[in-house]
């Protein structure tokens, strides 16, 4: 089994910046892509950013790239999320997803970017 936990969210002011974490834990595959998800109030699920299993890809939406980063220490099984200029449409609850046979989410943490 794998538990991921997200840490790192709050709330800041229009063009803040905030990392998000993802912490793997139990028995996580052995080569594993993850990804950021993130859903606004009455929005659709979207997906942010994927880091491959090598690190070697990554994928960003439209609306964040050249804002958002993602990396990964592999020591500490942890993926990071460094989102920079955030504005209002960034906030949301963000998830990180991993997809081994089935999907394993965390619990979400939440994000607001407000004035």
């Known amino acids: 089994q794998l538990q991921l936990v997200e840490s790192g969210g709050g709330s800041v002011l229009p063009g803040g910046s905030l990392r998000l974490s993802c912490v793997a834990s139990?028995?996580?595959?052995?080569?594993?892509?993850i990804s950021w998800i993130r859903q606004a109030p009455g929005e659709e699920r979207e997906r942010v950013s994927c880091?491959?299993?090598?690190?070697?890809?990554?994928f960003f939406a439209d609306g964040v790239k050249g804002r958002f980063a993602i990396s990964r220490d592999v020591a500490k099984n942890t993926v990071y999320l460094q989102m920079n200029s955030l504005k209002a449409e960034d906030t949301a609850v963000y998830c990180c997803?991993?997809?081994?046979?089935?999907?394993?989410w965390g619990q979400g943490t939440q994000v607001t970017v407000s004035s």
């Open positions: 880091l491959s299993s090598s690190g070697g890809s990554r």
């Open positions: 997803l991993v997809v081994s046979g089935q999907g394993y």
């Open positions: 139990g028995t996580p595959p052995e080569r594993y892509d």
